[in-house]
């Protein structure tokens, strides 16, 4: 393993290619890591908007907004205020899976858009709006309420998206809430998560009650039930005792956004993108939360009995009794994969928790991080990450795939954990990988039924024989220099 200082002298190599410019901006961004947090030196910049003509792998404030935050509340329209191209890109795409019958009274398949046209640009689109809402009201009446979603032309010509959403939600009776994630608006989709929870403080929190209210009564926020994600954690939660009365915001419904403030303990997954109304809750309600990991054995028990000390003795004698009869699933798994995934080296970029919170699941299967870093992170969500990786661990904030590619050849990973936009580039470098942001179309991932998974699926991608056919690039480096492999024997010790 390198120390910090080689694991610095190989990333000034790489970043070596840039114009000085550009150099003088990226080597804040890629830092070699000191798990105790104490170096300055290690600190890396982050939530900096990207620079013109350096490829990002960003997405914008309406993706944040619409595709993760409101897009998996199940039971309300969201429209897609703008060209229609905004809102197909961001159709199903994120696999957030929900009870209900599409159309009925579920929504999250279905995509509605306004379709916005040149004429719409020239005269505005308030009135098309308000047509929309009605069609929509009229159409799908078991719907609880609308959303709107803005796209950048909305803000560029200034329609009042508010004054429309008022009015409509006066004339049908339901909820219509306006959000403002103008794709341009801010750094990354990172804005469209907070602009998506001030809409729902403004427009929706404390509107809401709860049935024969408990001691017991959780809220399970920032967990967008990504192939079934959120089911699996709210099994453990209530197998530990605990009533999850909302689910923020996969298979969530519009009176679980509503009613979130009553509840007693607010669970956070998603630091990211939901720590801006959890702490709105707790300033406004005092409402308490907890971040926790259900990710491999020893973050979900080390979390578990985090969660059950909010509790009673009768939450802790309960979560230790699951705990024990989790164990002999655990071991099981751990028994079949860890022989096959031992020693693997794995490099992430992803969004949110996931490039510190599956952290402890590759390492409960001996497989080791060697590189890791967010696309639109800011700077706690490093500070949360650097006690969970080992000294010198490479960490990038929005590399460009130049900078990915690079040190991949030198980091010699045996697995790729990222999106989509990465996915087919390192299959062509003969990489193993996995697309990290919707489980690759499988899942969960989360809890103990998802470990399985993760474990049979990080199997299946690096063991697969298909490798045997392609040549990794540091065995046939295409850049024809021999300089360039020598960080790598370094680092590969």
Not at 207 to 220: C, N, Q, W
Request: proline residues 5%; aromatic residues 10%.
């Amino acid at each position: 393993m390198a120390d910090r200082q080689e694991t610095q002298q190989m990333i000034d190599e790489v970043l070596s290619a840039f114009p000085a410019k550009a150099l003088k901006t990226r080597i804040k961004h890629v830092k070699p890591a000191d798990p105790t947090g104490e170096s300055k030196e290690c600190d890396v910049k982050s939530n900096i908007k990207s620079k013109p003509g350096v490829m990002t792998v960003r997405g914008c404030a309406y993706a944040g907004s619409k595709g993760v935050v409101w897009g998996p509340v199940k039971d309300v329209v969201h429209i897609s205020h703008g060209p229609v191209g905004c809102g197909q890109y961001s159709w199903a795409g994120r696999r957030n899976y929900a009870h209900g019958e599409a159309g009925i009274d579920s929504f999250v398949t279905m995509q509605f858009t306004s379709d916005f046209q040149e004429r719409d640009i020239v005269f505005g689109g308030d009135k098309k709006l308000a047509k929309v809402v009605d069609e929509v009201a009229q159409l799908f009446p078991l719907a609880k309420g609308i959303s709107i979603q803005s796209e950048c032309p909305i803000g560029l010509i200034g329609d009042d998206i508010e004054s429309v959403a008022r009015q409509s939600s006066s004339e049908i009776g339901k909820p219509v809430v306006p959000v403002r994630c103008e794709g341009f608006r801010g750094v990354s989709q990172s804005l469209g998560h907070h602009i998506a929870n001030d809409a729902i403080r403004d427009w929706v929190l404390g509107t809401g009650d709860v049935e024969d209210s408990t001691p017991y009564d959780v809220a399970l926020i920032g967990d967008y039930n990504i192939g079934g994600d959120a089911w699996a954690s709210r099994r453990i939660l209530e197998d530990m005792g605990l009533r999850v009365i909302a689910q923020w915001s996969g298979d969530g419904t519009l009176n679980e956004l509503a009613s979130a403030h009553k509840s007693k303990l607010n669970l956070i997954h998603c630091y990211r993108s939901m720590n801006y109304i959890c702490e709105t809750m707790e300033q406004k309600y005092g409402t308490p939360w907890l971040e926790y990991n259900f990710f491999g054995p020893t973050k979900i028990v080390e979390s578990m009995r985090a969660i059950a000390a909010q509790f009673d003795d009768v939450v802790v004698a309960k979560t230790e009794a699951a705990i024990a009869s989790y164990q002999k699933e655990f071991q099981a798994v751990q028994e079949a994969f860890t022989p096959r995934l031992a020693g693997k080296r794995v490099m992430l970029l992803i969004g949110g928790l996931r490039p510190r919170h599956t952290i402890g699941a590759y390492e409960d299967l001996g497989m080791e991080i060697v590189g890791t870093g967010y696309e639109f992170g800011h700077s706690d969500d490093y500070k949360r990450t650097y006690p969970e990786v080992k000294e010198a661990t490479v960490i990038y904030d929005d590399p460009s795939a130049y900078e990915l590619e690079e040190f991949a050849r030198r980091l010699r990973p045996d697995l790729m954990g990222a999106g989509i936009k990465e996915k087919y580039v390192f299959h062509k470098m003969g990489l193993p990988f996995r697309q990290m942001h919707s489980w690759d179309y499988s899942g969960p991932y989360h809890g103990v039924d998802g470990f399985a998974i993760f474990a049979r699926d990080m199997d299946l991608a690096i063991n697969s024989p298909v490798w045997g056919l392609m040549t990794p690039p540091w065995e046939s480096d295409r850049s024809g220099s021999p300089e360039s492999a020598e960080p790598t024997e370094q680092l590969a010790s």
